[in-house]
């Protein structure tokens, strides 16, 4: 048995509830509907054309209302031709987006006309001079041998620059309409529409009347295996066993919830050997700036581009742009927007596997620029619609490290890292680039007065001199340095045997905060409280254990220091990874709170500053020594 299932977004963001006119091509011309919502027009296609045995609904709202004010149990199949909808008259007001696509599907099944009474938006003398204008018009531009009023909607449908033409027309014949623009054209499309003959209008199969449909909440496309069974595993009534689907999708805008839908749909149906699926249409809502309708367009051709959409998938779930570029340059296709597009995903590609914070704030930048202006990256060609659809899902994901002046916040970026499971990149970036943030941000830092500087300077250059040369690449970054190495050997002098090391390392850190000690650097914080920083600076600590042990597959060492035991929990390496990091994140958070809005004074001291004062205290004890052998 073959069962026809159609899956379609609902995106509330981009509901403007306001009638609107949609085509599609037919077999011998095109079809057309009135809806209020992408969605409805795309749903009224497909239950005109094919049987379908279930509509899959995704969107944005995790439990949509009704017009009862009740919450819809997700997933619970529901019959679209409910007319329990058509007992109350629709309000905007109480109507979720939801609410009015049941509303106007019930009316759609249940053969209700949705138009309105237009003439009274004008009066009767003024619609007898708008058909005779019209008619004026149609013998006069129209390019079609016969001029038949009730196929000119079709005319003018397809031909923007003529449609524009007659509302230009209207308005120069008759000046005074300027007064009511949005009141005339509302009526002149109106009254073509209604012209049209009857063949030209899309009605629901009869079979299709007791359709019943369920609705997926966008979040649900995260988890794989539900989206698998959400899409197979349709309404027990209807289906009587081991069935072959045929899929018709409409993406109803460019949101990022059709990006993640079309994406996983096609990713199932091409990483799934023998699948009883098959895509039969993908149908695409366009809306050309001006046009007297919104095209509904067949893209089934997206589907045959296999590789495309697996390096889409690479890209969007693991950042890895190879086969992205490889398809790209393979394809011969000269088009600037899409490459730009591409090369700036690679930079954020190469920098996160590289660890290089630069390199990915450079992808970021170019991210930024070309979503400044849609132009230059959407397209209505095969490719330019797909990767339009990507750059929706990267604008999503991205989300996060493109907000704000530009500069990417380390923390959004080790969640996004941590987000995508790329934990060796997050373990890396947190142990490079962790002690920098820490200074800078103000949560822990170790000079406040420029007057003082040439002081901590002097102290870190004595640390140098006792460095041998092989080691002085620890003090490279004085940030990192200053966080994870200072005074560390004061550990050995504190604390009983079988201490955790890290946490007598960050005690001792918060005690240098305010000491006086001409011998030691003082440490400062524009935290509230020291036992914050004490928490984020041992965090950091345990994290670059785990991290060690897990390069050295030191598993047993790993069971012994876990952060959080349960006794029915089975200890493993990824567990203790992954609750190490999300304590490091969420004590990294907490103290960034503390310092916001605050504005410490924080002085930072280079490498370089601590080696020319070392080179010239070297120089001294020489000198020193000479002296001290002369006077021997």
Same mark, same amino acid.
């Given at each position: 048995?073959?069962?026809?299932?159609?899956?379609?977004?609902?995106?509330?963001?981009?509901?403007?509830?306001?009638?609107?006119?949609?085509?599609?091509?037919?077999?011998?011309?095109?079809?057309?509907?009135?809806?209020?919502?992408?969605?409805?027009?795309?749903?009224?296609?497909?239950?005109?054309?094919?049987?379908?045995?279930?509509?899959?609904?995704?969107?944005?709202?995790?439990?949509?209302?009704?017009?009862?004010?009740?919450?819809?149990?997700?997933?619970?199949?529901?019959?679209?031709?409910?007319?329990?909808?058509?007992?109350?008259?629709?309000?905007?007001?109480?109507?979720?987006?939801?609410?009015?696509?049941?509303?106007?599907?019930?009316?759609?099944?249940?053969?209700?006309? @949705?138009?309105?009474?237009?003439?009274?938006?004008?009066?009767?003398?003024?619609?007898?001079?708008?058909?005779?204008?019209?008619?004026?018009?149609?013998?006069?531009?129209?390019?079609?041998?016969?001029?038949?009023?009730?196929?000119?909607?079709?005319?003018?449908?397809?031909?923007?620059?003529?449609?524009?033409?007659?509302?230009?027309?209207?308005?120069?014949?008759?000046?005074?309409?300027?007064?009511?623009?949005?009141?005339?054209?509302?009526?002149?499309?109106?009254?073509?529409?209604?012209?049209?003959?009857?063949?030209?209008?899309?009605?629901?199969?009869?079979?299709?009347?007791?359709?019943?449909?369920?609705?997926?909440?966008?979040?649900?496309?995260?988890?794989?295996?539900?989206?698998?069974?959400?899409?197979?595993?349709?309404?027990?009534?209807?289906?009587?066993?081991?069935?072959?689907?045929?899929?018709?999708?409409?993406?109803?805008?460019?949101?990022?919830?059709?990006?993640?839908?079309?994406?996983?749909?096609?990713?199932?149906?091409?990483?799934?050997?023998?699948?009883?699926?098959?895509?039969?249409?993908?149908?695409?809502?366009?809306?050309?700036?001006?046009?007297?309708?919104?095209?509904?367009?067949?893209? @089934?051709?997206?589907?045959?581009?296999?590789?495309?959409?697996?390096?889409?998938?690479?890209?969007?779930?693991?950042?890895? @742009?190879?086969?992205?570029?490889?398809?790209?340059?393979?394809?011969?296709?000269?088009?600037?927007?899409?490459?730009?597009?591409?090369?700036?995903?690679?930079?954020?590609?190469?920098?996160?596997?590289?660890?290089?914070?630069?390199?990915?704030?450079?992808?970021?930048?170019?991210?930024?620029?070309?979503?400044?202006?849609?132009?230059?990256?959407?397209?209505?060609?095969?490719?330019?619609?797909?990767?339009?659809?990507?750059?929706?899902?990267?604008?999503?994901?991205?989300?996060?490290?493109?907000?704000?002046?530009?500069?990417?916040?380390?923390?959004?970026?080790?969640?996004?890292?941590?987000?995508?499971?790329?934990?060796?990149?997050?373990?890396?970036?947190?142990?490079?680039?962790?002690?920098?943030?820490?200074?800078?941000?103000?949560?822990?830092?170790?000079?406040?007065?420029?007057?003082?500087?040439?002081?901590?300077?002097?102290?870190?250059?004595?640390?140098?001199?006792?460095?041998?040369?092989?080691?002085?690449?620890?003090?490279?970054?004085?940030?990192?340095?200053?966080?994870?190495?200072?005074?560390?050997?004061?550990?050995?002098?504190?604390?009983?045997?079988?201490?955790?090391?890290?946490?007598?390392?960050?005690?001792?850190?918060?005690?240098?905060?305010?000491?006086?000690?001409?011998?030691?650097?003082?440490?400062?914080?524009?935290?509230?409280?020291?036992?914050?920083?004490?928490?984020?600076?041992?965090?950091?600590?345990?994290?670059?254990?785990?991290?060690?042990?897990?390069?050295?597959?030191?598993?047993?060492?790993?069971?012994?220091?876990?952060?959080?035991?349960?006794?029915?929990?089975?200890?493993?390496?990824?567990?203790?990874?992954?609750?190490?990091?999300?304590?490091?994140?969420?004590?990294?958070?907490?103290?960034?709170?503390?310092?916001?809005?605050?504005?410490?004074?924080?002085?930072?001291?280079?490498?370089?500053?601590?080696?020319?004062?070392?080179?010239?205290?070297?120089?001294?004890?020489?000198?020193?020594?000479?002296?001290?052998?002369?006077?021997?």
């Amino acid at each position: 048995m073959t069962k026809n299932i159609l899956l379609t977004t609902l995106d509330v963001s981009r509901d403007d509830r306001k009638p609107r006119y949609y085509s599609a091509k037919s077999e011998f011309g095109f079809n057309y509907c009135e809806a209020m919502q992408s969605i409805e027009a795309g749903t009224k296609l497909i239950l005109a054309r094919v049987p379908v045995a279930e509509i899959l609904i995704i969107g944005e709202e995790k439990f949509p209302s009704l017009k009862l004010g009740t919450d819809m149990d997700v997933e619970k199949s529901f019959k679209l031709k409910d007319a329990e909808y058509l007992a109350n008259a629709y309000s905007e007001t109480h109507y979720s987006a939801f609410d009015l696509y049941r509303y106007r599907m019930a009316q759609f099944i249940n053969e209700v006309s @949705t138009e309105e009474d237009s003439d009274t938006l004008v009066d009767e003398a003024l619609r007898e001079n708008l058909v005779k204008l019209i008619n004026d018009f149609q013998e006069s531009y129209s390019e079609r041998e016969t001029k038949r009023l009730n196929r000119f909607f079709d005319e003018l449908s397809g031909n923007r620059d003529l449609y524009e033409k007659l509302i230009t027309y209207l308005f120069t014949s008759l000046p005074d309409l300027r007064k009511n623009t949005a009141q005339v054209v509302k009526w002149v499309e109106n009254y073509l529409y209604n012209e049209l003959k009857p063949s030209a209008k899309l009605e629901c199969l009869e079979v299709n009347e007791n359709v019943s449909a369920r609705y997926i909440p966008a979040v649900m496309l995260e988890k794989r295996e539900f989206w698998v069974n959400s899409m197979l595993d349709t309404d027990p009534v209807v289906n009587g066993g081991e069935d072959e689907i045929n899929l018709y999708v409409v993406l109803s805008n460019d949101s990022a919830i059709d990006g993640q839908l079309i994406l996983n749909m096609l990713d199932i149906l091409i990483s799934t050997p023998g699948s009883n699926v098959c895509l039969k249409k993908i149908y695409k809502v366009i809306d050309p700036a001006g046009s007297l309708t919104v095209k509904i367009e067949d893209s @089934t051709a997206l589907s045959k581009s296999t590789k495309l959409v697996s390096a889409a998938h690479a890209f969007l779930n693991y950042s890895k @742009t190879d086969m992205l570029v490889n398809f790209w340059e393979n394809s011969g296709v000269q088009d600037e927007r899409i490459s730009k597009l591409i090369y700036a995903a690679r930079h954020v590609d190469v920098g996160i596997s590289m660890c290089n914070i630069p390199e990915v704030q450079e992808g970021i930048d170019r991210l930024h620029e070309i979503f400044r202006d849609e132009s230059s990256w959407k397209e209505e060609s095969e490719y330019g619609l797909l990767f339009g659809i990507i750059a929706e899902c990267i604008k999503a994901d991205y989300k996060p490290l493109l907000e704000g002046d530009g500069t990417i916040p380390f923390i959004e970026l080790i969640k996004w890292t941590y987000k995508h499971q790329l934990y060796q990149q997050v373990l890396t970036l947190i142990e490079s680039h962790a002690p920098a943030n820490i200074v800078r941000s103000g949560i822990f830092y170790y000079c406040d007065d420029e007057n003082k500087a040439a002081d901590v300077i002097k102290i870190l250059a004595h640390q140098r001199l006792a460095l041998k040369p092989y080691e002085y690449y620890k003090m490279e970054d004085i940030e990192h340095y200053f966080i994870k190495t200072y005074d560390r050997s004061a550990v050995i002098l504190n604390g009983s045997k079988g201490e955790d090391r890290n946490k007598i390392y960050s005690y001792l850190r918060i005690l240098s905060i305010d000491n006086e000690s001409p011998e030691k650097i003082t440490g400062h914080t524009a935290c509230d409280d020291t036992i914050t920083v004490q928490k984020v600076l041992y965090a950091y600590y345990h994290l670059g254990e785990v991290r060690n042990k897990i390069s050295h597959a030191d598993t047993r060492a790993m069971a012994e220091c876990r952060l959080i035991v349960y006794d029915n929990e089975i200890s493993s390496a990824m567990q203790l990874m992954r609750e190490s990091i999300e304590f490091f994140i969420n004590n990294y958070e907490e103290a960034l709170e503390e310092v916001r809005y605050k504005n410490p004074n924080i002085v930072t001291i280079t490498s370089e500053e601590v080696r020319n004062a070392s080179e010239r205290l070297k120089r001294e004890n020489k000198d020193n020594h000479r002296n001290n052998e002369r006077k021997e």
